[in-house]
T-cell receptor, first 116, second 112 residues
Framework: EAGVTQFPSHSVIEKGQTVTLRCDPI?????LYWYRRVMGKEIKFLLH????????ESGMPNNRFLAERTGGTYSTLKVQPAELEDSGVYFC??????????????FGPGTRLTVL | KQEVTQIPAALSVPEGENLVLNCSFT??????LQWFRQDPGKGLTSLLL?????REQTSGRLNASLDKSSGRSTLYIAASQPGDSATYLC???????????FGTGTRLKVLA
């Protein structure tokens, strides 16, 4: 069974440009999460999808970030326009739906975003 | 609000030593606690997951314990090897939420 995959693995962009990160969850996982780790800080939650619906986007830093999950499969996270402080590693995770939140979240390898 | 703290922040030990990494959390109402490993420039690798009803989990040379009442977990690494060098992260899933709260990690270096 394939794990959570993320693309690209690394992105370097100029301040003001747009970047789109993609996450493919494990097949059959209805829950999808985005987290990020910025320099020197702990990994923090950004948002949570159940299928195509946003359940919790309390961690999204501002309206420059837009997450979508059309069709309830893969998800994209767009940053527009990117700022220097958006640099960091963006992780995606997925889990089964059911039995509350007891299912383990499986994390992808992350996308390292560098904004110059 | 759940807060997760990891001590020490960094640790350097000679090869072969047994070592203990600590994780503490402020809200004991949790679904589970997970220990991860992160290598430089790489993603997260899940090491052990302990459900709230469990006291410990073991995998090879790794043993993780959970004491919910005191808000503590420890990761025990037996007979450390240079390949164990990495950052170890503790993350807690608080009851009623779907988001893991992570600690800042312990950066481990095992010297050959």
């Amino acid at each position: 069974e394939a794990g959570v995959t993320q693309f690209p693995s690394h992105s370097v962009i100029e301040k003001g440009q747009t970047v789109t990160l993609r996450c493919d969850p494990i097949s059959g996982h209805d829950n999808l999460y985005w987290y990020r780790r910025v320099m020197g800080k702990e990994i923090k939650f950004l948002l949570h999808f159940v299928k195509e619906s946003k359940q919790d986007e309390s961690g999204m830093p501002n309206n420059r970030f837009l997450a979508e999950r059309t069709g309830g499969t893969y998800s994209t996270l767009k940053v527009q326009p990117a700022e220097l402080e958006d640099s960091g590693v963006y992780f995606c995770a997925s889990s089964h739906l059911g039995q509350g939140a007891r299912w383990s979240q499986y994390f992808g390898p992350g996308t390292r975003l560098t904004v110059l | 609000k759940q807060e997760v703290t990891q001590i020490p922040a960094a640790l350097s030990v000679p090869e072969g030593e047994n070592l203990v990494l600590n994780c503490s959390f402020t809200d004991s109402a949790i679904y589970n606690l997970q220990w991860f490993r992160q290598d430089p420039g790489k993603g997260l690798t899940s090491l052990l997951l302990i459900q709230s009803s469990q006291r410990e989990q073991t995998s090879g040379r790794l043993n993780a314990s959970l004491d919910k009442s005191s808000g503590r977990s420890t990761l025990y690494i037996a007979a450390s090897q240079p390949g164990d060098s990495a950052t170890y992260l503790c993350a807690v899933l608080t009851s009623g939420t779907y988001k893991y709260i992570f600690g800042t990690g312990t950066r481990l270096k095992v010297l050959a």
